[in-house]
């Protein structure tokens, strides 16, 4: 539980930060630059402290990114700049717990008590009534429609994601292995990357195409300045997001079930309110107070439950 709520706090840190990196550059530029950042990160520590690709789970870890971080976070990151990283962190982090919790069952046959679904549901409910706005008409409907379908498929990628690192811990567990969360973090990574590069390189070959494929001298010094305002976002968002935010959730989903986790990482939102009210001006009224209490209120009682158990 604690893994998990100081994942929710740097994910908090990372969605403020991916919003200010995906407006500037693009979602497909902004997610492709952290993931290289944290890949980067990961492998030095897997690779010198840790097991670097050793273990029988392998595979699935890299399936596990290739679903949670290369089809989920790219959902995610088209859905920031349509929707604001308060909407945006909202949808995503409560639509993974519920398809964790139904995918979880289904195949790998877990089940939580009454009153740990009930707590996930304060959870939720919490969650909703604090960070839902009511400015809806300020984003074009057609605008809202996308960014909201994006956040589906980011929620049902990241949790299907979330519960193959659950079954590659079982894997391991079977084999008689054990590794580190940075490790483990690490082979995720490996199977993340290759998706954002793919949406990437056929990005920049398309606008590449368009002007002739020449590199002018103009073109590269925007290319400059531009890096010289963005590289302290996107560092910010790979170190807090996917280097140590992932690593704290692989650290959880090793003994933890995946919707227990994923509901308290959905806690995100309710740390990001008043950071967003420092960097995007967002008001924190009444309702996003007693909101956050209920959710507290779940918070408490799902850890109180699941110690018991």
């Not at 908090?12 to 492709?32: D, T």
């Amino acid at each position: 539980m604690a893994a998990a709520l100081l994942a929710a706090l740097l994910f908090a840190i990372s969605a403020i930060c991916g919003y200010r990196s995906s407006k500037q550059i693009g979602g497909a530029e902004a997610n492709f630059w952290r993931i290289c950042m944290a890949t980067f990160c990961l492998a030095l520590w897997a690779n010198i402290f840790g097991n670097g690709v050793e273990g029988a789970a392998f595979p699935v870890f890299v399936a596990s990114g290739l679903f949670g971080i290369g089809l989920g976070d790219t959902a995610y990151f088209q859905a920031l700049p349509r929707l604001g990283s308060r909407r945006a962190v909202l949808l995503t982090q409560c639509f993974i717990p519920l398809f964790a919790i139904l995918i979880e069952w289904l195949w790998l046959g877990t089940t939580l008590r009454v009153a740990e679904y009930s707590c996930i549901g304060t959870i939720l409910i919490g969650v909703a009534l604090a960070l839902a706005p009511r400015d809806h008409a300020k984003i074009p409907a057609r605008q809202l429609q996308i960014g909201i379908a994006f956040t589906i498929l980011a929620g049902l990628f990241s949790a299907f994601g979330a519960v193959l690192a659950r079954k590659g811990y079982a894997v391991l567990h079977a084999n008689g292995e054990h590794l580190d969360p940075g490790t483990t973090g690490f082979q995720r990574m490996l199977g993340g990357f290759f998706i954002p590069a793919i949406i990437l390189l056929a990005a920049k070959w398309k606008s590449a195409h368009a002007h002739g494929g020449l590199l002018e001298e103009k073109t590269l010094h925007v290319s400059r300045e531009k890096w010289k305002r963005i590289w302290p976002w996107v560092l910010g968002n790979s170190l807090a997001g996917q280097t140590f935010g992932v690593t704290c959730v692989q650290w959880a989903l090793e003994k933890t079930p995946t919707g227990i986790v994923m509901t308290v990482v959905a806690t995100t939102p309710l740390i990001l309110l008043p950071m967003t009210r420092i960097v995007e001006k967002e008001k924190i009224g009444i309702r996003s107070l007693v909101g956050a209490m209920i959710a507290v209120a779940g918070v408490i009682g799902l850890a109180h439950f699941h110690a018991r158990k």
